[in-house]
């Protein structure tokens, strides 16, 4: 994914966002339906972690400093992390107590007849345009996502990317777009029935789902914020890449570790033979590492190459292992 894509769908999202939420907290005013109060610190919870992810963005292209040697390309998963903090808690858990309170007034018998208000009509119009905003938000964020999501299934994309920004707002719009239809759901049949209880289900159910969407995206997160290596794909194409010079007999040893989305740092031993001479290893290095980069153009590859005389497998992996047989230890 480009950078440049994941903007262009967290600022479509942003906008979306935003204006959905003034429209929700209106019909809220208007119609005390307490799933339009949800929906709207829902939608602007996730104005709130655009505005995070644009951030994260920009922060993460300062240059590399003494103290933070490779840079601050993990800044933007530091923010998505954060993210997933405010979705649960600004949107899951205010959801969860709207409802809990909902319940309460509607067991009581204090709650107004909706169909009372002459503006019973407009938290309908508002669900209804605000899926067919968030549905084009989504679409954005689908059609930026289709390049770098490949053949691969959309949960294996969102689990497997290493940029967080689409997979973030396509997991949100996916929320958003549920979360209207349950709120719909509630305030339809409260509509429907005089029940204020569909009011509250529909709101509760909104708060789980926020609640699970969020979790889902802290697990992610905290994956990349400790560390993950390259995609199998590209570790096969360095490693491969790695062992193409002559003068180096294959790969001994290759680890990989994403520094950013787009940053990858490579450590590598590679077998020479034991009578070449230093400056042949240099050219042989400098090769590998002119392939190695050739081979991922996609990625910006900070790599150590440590030349080695071949003493048959690494130490603990025997061989015919699929990390030894890949080059890959």
């Given at each position: 994914?480009?950078?440049?894509?994941?903007?262009?769908?967290?600022?479509?999202?942003?906008?979306?966002?935003?204006?959905?939420?003034?429209?929700k907290f209106?019909?809220?005013?208007?119609?005390g339906?307490?799933?339009?109060?949800?929906?709207?610190?829902?939608?602007?919870?996730?104005?709130?972690?655009?505005?995070l992810?644009l951030?994260?963005g920009?922060?993460?292209?300062?240059?590399?400093?003494?103290e933070?040697?490779?840079?601050y390309?993990?800044?933007?998963?530091?923010y998505?992390f954060?993210?997933?903090?405010?979705l649960?808690?600004?949107?899951?858990?205010?959801?969860?107590?709207?409802a809990?309170?909902?319940?309460?007034?509607?067991?009581?018998?204090?709650v107004?007849d909706?169909?009372?208000?002459?503006?019973?009509?407009?938290?309908?119009?508002v669900?209804?345009?605000?899926?067919?905003?968030e549905?084009m938000?989504f679409r954005?964020?689908?059609r930026?996502?289709?390049?770098a999501?490949g053949?691969?299934?959309?949960?294996?994309?969102?689990?497997?990317?290493?940029?967080?920004?689409?997979p973030v707002?396509?997991l949100?719009?996916?929320?958003?777009?549920?979360?209207?239809?349950?709120?719909?759901?509630g305030?339809g049949?409260?509509?429907?029935?005089g029940?204020?209880?569909?009011?509250?289900?529909?709101?509760?159910?909104?708060?789980?789902?926020?609640?699970?969407?969020?979790?889902?995206?802290?697990?992610?997160?905290?994956?990349l914020?400790?560390?993950?290596?390259a995609?199998?794909?590209?570790?096969?194409?360095?490693?491969e890449a790695?062992?193409?010079?002559?003068?180096?007999?294959?790969v001994?040893?290759?680890k990989t570790?994403?520094l950013?989305?787009?940053?990858?740092?490579?450590?590598?031993?590679?077998?020479?033979?034991r009578?070449?001479?230093a400056?042949?290893?240099?050219?042989?290095?400098?090769?590998?590492?002119?392939?190695?980069?050739?081979?991922?153009?996609?990625?910006?590859?900070?790599?150590?190459?440590?030349?080695?005389?071949?003493?048959?497998?690494t130490?603990?992996?025997?061989?015919?292992?699929?990390?030894?047989?890949?080059?890959?230890?």
């Amino acid at each position: 994914m480009s950078a440049e894509g994941g903007t262009k769908a967290v600022v479509a999202a942003l906008l979306a966002n935003l204006g959905i939420a003034v429209t929700k907290f209106l019909a809220f005013a208007l119609t005390g339906f307490s799933s339009m109060l949800a929906e709207a610190i829902h939608s602007l919870a996730d104005s709130l972690n655009q505005l995070l992810l644009l951030f994260g963005g920009r922060r993460s292209t300062r240059a590399a400093t003494p103290e933070h040697p490779f840079g601050y390309g993990r800044e933007r998963y530091v923010y998505a992390f954060v993210v997933s903090i405010v979705l649960f808690s600004l949107g899951g858990l205010f959801a969860l107590y709207e409802a809990y309170h909902k319940w309460h007034e509607a067991h009581a018998g204090t709650v107004e007849d909706p169909l009372a208000s002459r503006w019973w009509w407009v938290p309908v119009v508002v669900l209804v345009v605000s899926i067919a905003l968030e549905g084009m938000s989504f679409r954005t964020a689908a059609r930026e996502s289709r390049h770098a999501k490949g053949t691969s299934t959309w949960v294996q994309y969102i689990r497997g990317a290493k940029a967080p920004e689409l997979p973030v707002v396509l997991l949100e719009d996916s929320a958003a777009l549920i979360g209207l239809t349950l709120a719909l759901l509630g305030v339809g049949l409260t509509l429907l029935t005089g029940d204020a209880y569909w009011d509250a289900v529909g709101t509760g159910l909104i708060g789980v789902l926020l609640v699970l969407v969020a979790v889902t995206l802290a697990v992610e997160m905290k994956s990349l914020l400790i560390g993950e290596a390259a995609l199998p794909a590209h570790q096969r194409a360095i490693a491969e890449a790695l062992a193409a010079p002559e003068a180096v007999d294959r790969v001994i040893h290759l680890k990989t570790l994403h520094l950013g989305p787009d940053e990858l740092l490579v450590a590598a031993k590679i077998a020479v033979g034991r009578a070449d001479s230093a400056e042949e290893v240099a050219a042989a290095i400098d090769e590998a590492e002119e392939r190695a980069r050739a081979a991922v153009p996609a990625l910006r590859l900070v790599m150590y190459l440590e030349p080695d005389i071949d003493r048959g497998p690494t130490l603990g992996e025997p061989s015919g292992s699929p990390g030894y047989a890949a080059g890959v230890g």
